[in-house]
């Protein structure tokens, strides 16, 4: 299990953002699509509970990832992650389906994934919601402050979206 310390914040014209990162010294890991499916629980309400049971498909590449409860701290949230990387989806699909888990979304970007010092830098097109993006720590050692400091060099005001790109969807959907 790993913790994950991250911030996603809303961006406009993601050319600038994406000429930034390059001025800062961004070095380009991946671009990809991914497609992730979300899970309800069959006995307890994930939502209720701050958590989330997510298939992605991304180049071939798929894994499964439970996500625990948020803590937050000035924007920037923190949450302990599980993930294992599986070989057939098919198989992961029938699996979870016996278990009682049931499909409530699927949320689709466009990411592009970049190195900016000890931070992960992913600018992210989803479908439905916009651009956005999100700052993780590489390292803890970052913390928030320096996820704040690359956002400045950025040139992304530091107005932190709390929901989840699952949330956001859902709420649309009301």
């Not at 380009?28 to 701050?50: G, K």
């Not at 992650?81 to 278990?99: F, H, I, K, N, P």
Request: glycine share 8%.
């Amino acid at each position: 299990m790993r913790e994950e310390l991250e911030v996603k914040l809303r961006v406009e014209d993601p050319g600038r953002v994406s000429e930034a990162i390059s001025k800062i010294g961004g070095q380009l890991i991946a671009s990809v699509v991914e497609e992730d499916t979300y899970f309800a629980h069959p006995c307890r309400d994930l939502a209720s509970t701050d958590e989330a049971l997510r298939l992605r498909s991304s180049d071939g590449v798929l894994e499964l990832t439970y996500k625990g409860p948020r803590a937050s701290a000035e924007g920037a949230k923190s949450r302990p992650e599980v993930t294992l990387r599986l070989q057939d989806a098919g198989s992961a699909l029938e699996l979870l389906d016996r278990l009682g888990f049931r499909r409530v979304a699927l949320v689709r970007k466009r990411r592009s994934y970049y190195r900016v010092g000890a931070a992960i830098v992913t600018l992210d097109d989803v479908d439905g919601l916009g651009t956005f993006v999100e700052l993780e720590a590489a390292d803890a050692a970052i913390g928030v402050q320096g996820l704040r400091e690359i956002a400045r060099e950025l040139g992304i005001d530091w107005k932190p979206v709390e929901k989840t790109y699952l949330e956001m969807l859902l709420s649309d959907r009301k």
